[in-house]
């Protein structure tokens, strides 16, 4: 392997990157995703008022798709404001093992 990290394959180099880091996305990845999940929510009211129009003469499953349709702004303009949660991260930390320590009987000497 050289510097670049890529896997060699015979002949040919696989210059696929190598995720090295645990980084979350940048800002603007994480605006886009939460951009996105926002059009689709506001676009699946349309079809609920459609189907609300389509099935105007049973009532009950109109005002079932209208009631639908009522909260999808509210939870949409939520989820596009709130960002991803943070990785857990499993930090290595020290663990004292009872039974590495000897209970032997040694003098210390202070000098």
């Known amino acids: 392997m050289g510097c670049g990290g890529g896997v060699v394959k015979g002949a040919e180099r696989d210059d696929t990157p190598v995720l090295i880091t645990e980084a979350q996305p940048s800002y603007e990845e994480q605006f886009a995703a939460r951009k996105r999940k926002y ?55 020290f663990q004292r093992d009872e039974g590495a320590i000897e209970t032997s009987d040694r003098h210390v000497i202070d000098g």
């Open 39 to 93: 059009m689709v929510m506001m676009a699946l009211r349309i079809p609920c008022l459609l189907l609300a129009g389509i099935f105007h003469e049973t009532w009950w499953l109109a005002l079932g798709f209208v009631v639908l349709s009522i909260p999808l702004p509210w939870v949409a303009v939520l989820i596009a404001n709130d960002r991803p949660p943070r990785r857990t991260e499993d930090v290595n930390r």
